[in-house]
């Protein structure tokens, strides 16, 4: 298996909120499913973990819950054995296993809860994905959520013919993978820059491969140098995977479930007149020229009536997240440019998120949003695919726990490794942190009162330590991003546990 797949250079360690499980919880009930109820032992299977940071992460941010990473590379599983070690997590196991193996060595009975399959589905052979499918079948529990995330059609299409390229030009060169897909994708951009046929034909993909060259380049390894590299019209993939008795029931990507945040529009009338979930979905990848999609399929899950949705939607809390604006209207980035949120439906939601976290049914007697009950909930999915708030997690958290993890991550990140969330255990999820806040979090978890001049003095101190020297002119300098973390940050990571 190895021969077909990128291994000199590890996968980036990679943090998605959309697989964890109080997000895919929070998806599936504002899409009137049932979900696994998260204050019970649940277990949850990511299949391709890479080197296992985000499933420790997730282990450690839910004490109620068993979390597995399978990845065939040992070298991703011993870290992600270490990091579980160093850490002190122990719900949290990790198997080194080809995927023909895991199908084969697979338990007689349904165990998991919540299936994932990020970053796999589109760079493996259609043998595998069969087997991905198989294990499904045999895997997910009654009720159990499986979360799919692939390149999508139409979206990616215009980067078959340039990406083989690329995979076909690096292996004509020496050293790592990373440094060679660097200097293929460069080869492409003079290539472009020659005004050749393609590149003039096609304007996006001069674009593309711009932005690609930002991205880490080990990234890139992992996601242009593969043998296997397939967009996927997403009615196949309906169909595949209703044949292991599964049924598609929205994405894990919020915004993709409010057709009038997400399409333009001129064509939602047009949508309504179209029958059946593929019909329908591949129009909607059409309009919003879909790259990525993030499905979720459920096991025998059946829609749940007016009072149990209800019920379902009044039993979550939501808390705003760093940087969430604190009133007025919301500008939403999205696969169809900006689009405006209503200034009389989003401001008092954030007045009243700014001052606590909020029930549904607290947000519900909100005066200013009498009559617009019907709204609120995709109001607040919004909000969370913006990054502006997050489902609070239900049930027992692991402070001491979490803490301790972010102990060890801060210090490896002071240290040069490049991780980029701390957990955040009142969300049962991670919350991202430069490098600085990394520094400022690791203080703080030795000091918890440190406050002002002091807190300032002492992670500057820190950083000077670990070698870390501020630009010559900064544009924001160090001095003002520590007060502002203090002011605007630290107040929110307090209350959602990250630090003490």
Known sequence: MAAEYI???????FFQRE?????????????????????????????????????????V????????????????????????????????EFVEDSFQAMLENA???????FIILHGVYSWVPSADRQRLRQFVERQLKPDGIVFLGYMAQPGLDFFAAPRRFVQQYAQTLCGSSAQRVVEALRALQRLC???????????????????????????????????HWSTLPVAEVMADFESCGTGYIGSASL?????????????????AGLQGAAL??????????????????????????????????????????PGAPASGGVTFDTRIGAVEGAEQLFSPILQALAQRPQSFPALLRLPALAGQAGSISPALQALAAAGHVHPLLPGQIDLAGCQAFNRVISERVLGGARYSHLAAPSLGSGISANFVEMAAARVLLDHPHLRGAALRQTVDALLRKVG?????????????????????????????????
């Open 7 to 13: 291994t000199d250079v590890p996968y980036p360690h």
């Open 19 to 59: 697989t964890t499980p109080i997000w895919l919880s929070f998806a599936a009930r504002a899409l009137g499913r049932a979900s696994p109820d998260l204050r019970q032992p649940f277990v949850s299977c990511e299949l391709g973990c890479g080197q296992g940071f985000a499933t420790v992460l997730q282990a």
């Open 61 to 92: 941010a839910n004490p109620h819950g068993h979390f597995v990473g399978v990845d065939f590379n040992a070298r991703h599983i011993a870290h992600a054995r270490a990091l579980a070690k160093a850490a002190g997590v122990s719900n949290v």
């Open 107 to 113: 338990s007689p009975s349904p165990r998991y809860d």
């Open 193 to 227: 820059a020659s005004g050749a046929g393609l590149f003039a034909h096609d304007r996006q993909v001069a674009g593309h491969i711009e932005r690609s060259l930002q991205d880490d380049p080990c990234y890139l390894a992992h996601e242009l140098l593969n043998e």
């Open 255 to 271: 915004m993709d479930n409010i057709d009038d945040l997400s399409l333009p529009a001129n064509v939602i009338e047009q949508l």
């Open 280 to 321: 329908r979905e591949t129009f909607k990848d059409l309009a919003r020229n879909q790259t990525q999609r993030r499905d979720l399929y459920q096991r025998g899950g059946s829609t749940l009536d007016e009072y149990a949705h209800k019920a379902a939607l009044f039993d979550q809390v939501v808390a705003a997240l």
């Open 468 to 500: 870390w020297q501020p630009l010559a002119n900064p544009v924001d300098p160090l001095q003002a991003q520590l007060s502002r973390f203090e002011s605007d940050t630290l107040p929110i990571w307090q209350q959602l546990g990250v630090v003490g």
